[in-house]
């Protein structure tokens, strides 16, 4: 893993010497991570196809499931994941302009609103246990049946809704975590002013990264909390 | 570690530095390509082993070698290990990983390091799946079809889920290196239309590994979910649908044959056209078709579901472009064998294999479209007869067009000659094997003998001894160069930087490369396949 | 990635949009629009979703064409896995 002596002395010890120039190097990072993003696409589609086919079997059920989410700690998150998605925009803005400082404010700002999505998650996650709605042996949706009289519920394709509701919102929520590892990093780096006008590759990549998940969210929440919430005759 | 020492020893990338340090810790794609043909050649011999326990089993009527669980075990690790561990990373990682730079003139991958992660997530998923192996095996078929696999195997299926998860991401991470390092690190005057067809064929395969294999490593872990924790995506009982998953896992695993069948194909052209000594006949039809291929076979998984239960009308759509999606295939064997039309032959091992992939993938293909009818597959699947087909393909095709790579450039990978006759003897009794063994296995299954069962009625009992006799002839052939590869290490001729007179830049270096694979940077002021500019070599090295 | 630096104010534009657009999402839905329901909310995701792509995520200001044809390309993939396997679900019970 030897480095030829005369690129690193040419360049900063940031350019790798297998490129020609840091141009090149930019170009297939950013190339890279939104190639990466295209899978990711694919990833998360897979289950979006199970939702979407089990959506159009058990419809009733789907929409009971989600009248039994929380729709304003969804929309909060939405919120949240919004937010955080700005300071990761100013964050890159704040690298392009050699703003070390307000960078590592920003990055620390993105975290925080991170941890804070993750938190609510967790609080909503724990509400569904308390109500018996986790699938498996101890689940239970007399309560949606009772809620719901003029519509048939079955109880077993109710746990159709919320094994998806499960699959989907957890692995979202781990791509948070690992977004907000990503972040860690980043701020750690950015603290020690490693990131310049001339090179902020991994801020920028970074932040692709984040704005996907929060894409992925504002796709769930709708497609989760907001199947059908029009008053019931 | 040369014998002759005629000159100081150059530095090139496999003496530059020694040491397991040097070779764990490498960046360097040629390295990396080295550790991957070791650990894929492990994995080989392990689904062979699997298959030579089926083959045995299969000498007989009675289920009397092992138990009928036990030979579940068996069909199903020979095909996750075969397709997973051996056929999906070959040429790609070995092959691929070394000679892509090379092709186009640039130092390195686009990601070295991530490349080297890539050989880590495939060792951790091996080393994950050989403790799945010792702790009980997978009898779920290779294909995991639930509700079997989520709700009544009491086998390791959670385990040789994640193993496959894991080896999903050493594939994705591949073909993105080799998407963003053909698009950004092409040397200067090397067009995508002065590509050799071995990078047009790769770019293409990368395509369906980023775009296919997240989805089965998202239906997987839904697998694993629902094992672990008991949700209820494919549960029956709870309305769940199991042709869902099987939808969501063919996704992939259709285009995943693909993946296994274009890097062959960027093989057969490179053979081709050296061994004709002339340009690869209708190079666009050829490029183009490389990437017709990689989108139309995300078009035709259905075709794998014709009799589990999806609707007729659907079926009649996934039949008629599972038809369609052969036309590429078939412009390309046209095109290979128009090249050889007039041109000056020989028959070097290589091209032995080359003549081999011809035959046999076209043979295979056209027992695909059989099973693209429905009528048709309606009796013939779960039979022998779809076995055969495929083996045609993945073996009669991918392993000889990996055989037949590994020998075209073992000359520029380890600076020896293999010896040209026992190359020659190994080449034709792979064929001889191959064809022994999987023939049969068409007429059997057009007799209606199904797939995975561990007995069958007395009347198949002669095909099936002819098809084991096949696969003992079929393993000494691909033993034996195992051992001549090694031998040549050590003992072969020393290869110069062309020993056969073949076009592109990775032959414009020496054999093997340096590190940084050109003294110079490549400047491209030539097409590709420009044969008539370079000169036969004097004689093709043969050992005598 | 171009290296064109976006003004702080439209960043603050495109975030207050996003706002906006959730909680009209949120409150829409709470109307009886019948089928319409589904397709406002998720043309509205869609809308929020471009918004984030070429404001956040620069793809507007990018002179590369590959970065959209990479994303245009990972879409249309996700469509065809949904579109085919509704080709088969759309019609399992029509004879």
């Known amino acids: 893993m030897s480095d030829s002596p005369i690129a690193v002395e040419q360049h900063g010890p940031e350019l790798l010497h297998h490129f020609v120039d840091a141009e090149q190097q930019r170009d297939a990072a950013t190339l890279g991570m939104w190639l990466f993003l295209a899978t990711e696409i694919m990833f998360f589609g897979g289950m979006f196809c199970a939702y979407l086919i089990y959506r159009y079997a058990y419809y009733n059920e789907f929409a009971a499931g989600s009248r039994s989410i929380d729709i304003w700690l969804g929309t909060i998150n939405t919120a949240v994941l919004i937010c955080s998605s700005l300071t990761v925009a100013l964050g890159v803005r704040a690298a392009q302009m050699g703003k070390r400082k307000l960078l590592v404010v920003l990055l620390l700002l993105t975290i925080v609103f991170g941890l804070a999505f993750l938190g609510i998650k967790g609080v909503e996650w724990y509400q569904k246990f308390e109500e018996h709605h986790i699938p498996g042996h101890s689940f239970n949706a007399d309560d949606l049946v009772k809620e719901y009289p003029q519509i048939h519920i079955d109880q077993q394709h109710e746990q159709i809704y919320f094994s998806l509701y499960f699959a989907m919102t957890g692995l979202h929520a781990l791509h948070m975590i690992i977004g907000v590892g990503i972040f860690i990093f980043l701020t750690y780096y950015a603290g020690k002013g490693r990131y310049t006008p001339k090179y902020y590759t991994p801020v920028e990549i970074g932040g692709l990264y984040w704005h996907f998940v929060d894409i992925v969210w504002i796709y769930l929440f709708p497609l989760l909390y907001l199947i059908d919430r029009k008053p019931l005759r | ?544 | 990635m171009s290296e064109h630096i976006m003004s702080s104010k439209l960043y603050y534009t495109i975030w207050i949009a996003l706002l906006c657009l959730t909680v009209v999402t949120a409150a829409v839905s709470f109307v009886d629009l019948g089928r319409f329901n589904t397709v406002i909310a998720l043309v509205i995701a869609t809308f929020k979703a471009l918004l984030v792509v070429l404001f956040f995520m620069h793809v507007k200001y990018t002179s590369e064409k590959l970065t959209k044809i990479v994303i245009t390309a990972a879409i249309f993939w996700l469509f065809l896995l949904l579109a085919l396997s509704m080709a088969d679900y759309g019609t399992r019970f029509l004879s």
Request: glycine share 8%.
């Open chain 2, 1 to 544: 570690m040369a014998t002759v020492a005629v000159t100081a020893e150059r530095e090139h990338y496999l003496n530059k530095e020694y040491g397991i340090r040097s070779w764990l810790l490498t960046t360097d794609h040629k390295r990396i390509a080295l550790l991957y043909l070791a650990s894929i050649t492990f994995f080989f011999f392990i689904g062979g082993f699997f298959a030579l326990l089926i083959r045995l089993e299969l000498l007989t009527p009675a289920g009397d070698l092992v138990q009928a669980d036990t030979y579940n075990k068996l069909f199903s690790m020979h095909g996750q290990v075969m397709i997973f561990f051996f056929l999906i990373p070959s040429i790609p990682a070995v092959l691929g990983n070394f000679l892509v730079p090379l092709m186009i003139g640039a130092k390195d991958l686009a990601f070295p390091r991530i490349n080297l992660l890539s050989w880590y997530l495939y060792m951790i998923a091996g080393v994950i799946y050989i403790h799945c192996i010792v702790t009980g095996g997978v009898d779920t078929g290779w294909t995991f079809y639930t509700p079997f696999s989520t709700a009544f195997s009491n086998t390791r299926v959670i385990e040789a889920g994640i193993a496959i998860f894991i080896a999903g991401f050493s594939s994705i991470l591949t073909g993105l290196n080799f998407v963003v390092t053909i698009h950004r690190m092409r040397a200067p005057g090397m067009t995508w239309s002065r590509l050799p067809l071995f990078i047009w064929a790769h770019y293409a395969t990368s395509i369906i590994q980023l775009l296919g294999t997240p989805v089965l490593a998202v239906t997987l872990l839904l697998v694993v979910f629902e094992r672990a924790f008991n949700l209820g995506i494919f549960d029956p009982t709870r309305g769940g649908d199991p042709l869902l998953f099987q939808h969501l896992f063919w996704f992939y695993s259709h285009p995943a044959v693909y993946i296994m069948i274009l890097p062959a194909m960027a093989v057969e052209s490179e053979v081709v056209a050296c061994f004709t000594r002339k340009r690869i006949f209708g190079y666009n039809f050829v490029a183009m078709s490389s990437i017709a291929i990689a989108v139309f076979g995300f078009l035709v998984w259905a075709h794998h579901m014709f009799v589990a239960g999806i609707s007729l009308y659907s079926a009649l759509i996934f039949s008629i472009l599972s038809y369609l999606v052969a036309v590429p295939s078939a412009i390309k064997v046209f095109n290979w064998t128009a090249t050889m039309y007039k041109g000056s032959i020989s028959f070097t091992t290589p091209m032995l294999y080359a003549f081999g992939f011809i035959g046999l993938f076209t043979m295979g293909g056209l027992t695909g479209l059989f099973l693209a009818c429905l009528g048709i597959d309606v009796h013939v699947h779960d039979t022998y007869f779809v076995i055969a087909h495929f083996h045609y393909i993945m073996v009669g095709g991918a392993v000889m067009g990996y055989l037949g790579g590994l020998h075209f450039w073992w000359p520029k990978i380890s600076g020896r000659m293999y010896p040209e006759g026992w190359g020659r003897l190994a080449a034709l009794l792979v064929f001889v094997g191959f064809n022994l063994t999987f023939f049969p296995q068409f007429i059997l299954g057009y007799m209606g003998m199904p797939r995975r069962y561990w007995q069958y009625p007395p009347e198949f009992q002669v095909l099936n001894v002819l098809s084991t006799a096949g696969s003992t002839i079929l393993a000494v052939g691909y033993v034996l160069p195992m051992v001549y590869f090694l031998w040549s290490m050590r003992y072969g001729k020393i290869a110069n930087d062309n020993p056969w007179g073949a076009a592109g830049l990775e032959w414009k270096t020496s054999s093997p490369p340096p590190t940084f694979n050109f003294d110079e940077a490549p400047e491209v002021t030539w097409e590709a396949y420009n044969y008539e500019e370079i000169p036969a070599p004097a004689e093709v090295p043969v050992e005598r």
